[in-house]
């Protein structure tokens, strides 16, 4: 089962973080496909089972609480970098 979770963080300012955090504790893990939460700081880390939860549906999960997801710094390929753009214009 481990090998099907996935982890995505999101950031909340500092005077939501702790409503946030105890929403995602009590209401969150009850959703099928989320099995951890944890916060460091105003980061929220939420680890979910991508096959019974999809990204795009926690995102909205967590908008609901004021949530944005948290940008990643990868770097993409010459070709997806250039799809990218195509695709923006």
């Not at 950031?11 to 929403?23: Q, T």
Request: one cysteine or more; a negative charge.
């Amino acid at each position: 089962m481990e090998e099907f979770i996935q982890y995505q963080k999101y950031i909340s300012s500092l005077d939501n973080v702790n409503s946030a955090y105890h929403a995602c504790d009590t209401q969150l893990l009850r959703n099928p496909g989320i099995y951890e939460v944890s916060r460091i700081d105003n980061t929220l880390n939420i680890g979910f089972n991508f096959y019974e939860i999809s990204k795009a549906d926690l995102t909205g999960l967590m908008a609901e609480l004021g949530l944005k997801p948290l940008p990643t710094n990868e770097k993409k390929g010459l070709v997806a970098g250039w799809l990218d753009k195509l695709a923006k214009t």
